[in-house]
Each structure stands twice: as C-alpha cells, then as structure tokens.
Nanobody, 129 residues
Framework: QVTLVESGGDSVLAGESLTLSCTPS???????LGWFRQSNGSEREGIAA???????AYADAVKGRFIVYQDTAKNIMYLQLSNLQHEDSATYCC????????????????????????WGQGTQVTVSP
C-alpha cells in the first residue's frame, strides 16, 4: 500500500516562512512527486514537482518563494515556503506518480492533479495578514 504523510503545517503571520515535510512509504528518488494545495471553495492546485533525479518545477503562483527538495537519506520531500501571504492559506498535500517521469512532463501539462496517482491527507497552513 502506497502512503504519503505530510507534516509541518502551522498558523503563521504574513511574511513568515514554513517548511512542510512529506514522507512516502517507498524510496523517494524512484518516482516523480508533487505538492498541491487547496483552499476552501477552490480546486486543488498543483504548485511544485520534483523528479527522480532531483530536477524541480514550479507553478507561477509560487515561483521564487517556494522551494521543493528531497533528502534521500531520510526519505523525505520538503516544501520550503517563504514570504507567506494570506492567499497561501490552504491545505497542502503531497502526491506521487506511478513512475519516474520528468518534471518537464508535469509542468508542460500544467501540474494537473490527474497526473498523480497517490495522495497524502494534507497539512493545514494558515497565514494571518
């Protein structure tokens, strides 16, 4: 059974930073992984992806503020969120594709949620103005 467990969500003030973690049940550098977020009343939005060789891609909404990286020794994927704004408030979840596809493939298809097959439960980030 494939599982992904997120942690690190918190309530912060605008301008502050936060780092989220995602721990998958299988070896992290064998697959393409992604981060999504969903706020109340909105659709799930893909924001970042990292592939099996460590290449990364970002949606325009977070480019320059968020960084995705992985620690293969600890088998954890991270999402570093900087200069958080109220509109970044959402439930953040990680996801995994079945294979080790390139992030170029993901980015060229708009980080669509249908590109990913396994999902975590999410961790809540709340940013106060």
């Amino acid at each position: 059974q494939v599982t992904l467990v997120e942690s690190g969500g918190d309530s912060v003030l605008a301008g502050e930073s936060l780092t989220l973690s995602c721990t998958p049940s299988e070896q992290i550098d064998r697959y393409c992984l992604g981060w999504f977020r969903q706020s109340n009343g909105s659709e799930r939005e893909g924001i970042a992806a990292i592939d099996s060789d460590g290449s990364t891609a970002y949606a325009d909404a977070v480019k320059g503020r968020f960084i995705v990286y992985q620690d293969t020794a600890k088998n954890i994927m991270y999402l570093q969120l900087s200069n958080l704004q109220h509109e970044d408030s959402a439930t953040y979840c990680c996801a995994r594709r079945r294979g080790a596809d390139s992030v170029v493939y993901i980015a060229n298809r708009g980080f669509g949620r249908r590109l990913f097959h396994y999902w975590g439960q999410g961790t809540q980030v709340t940013v106060s103005p």
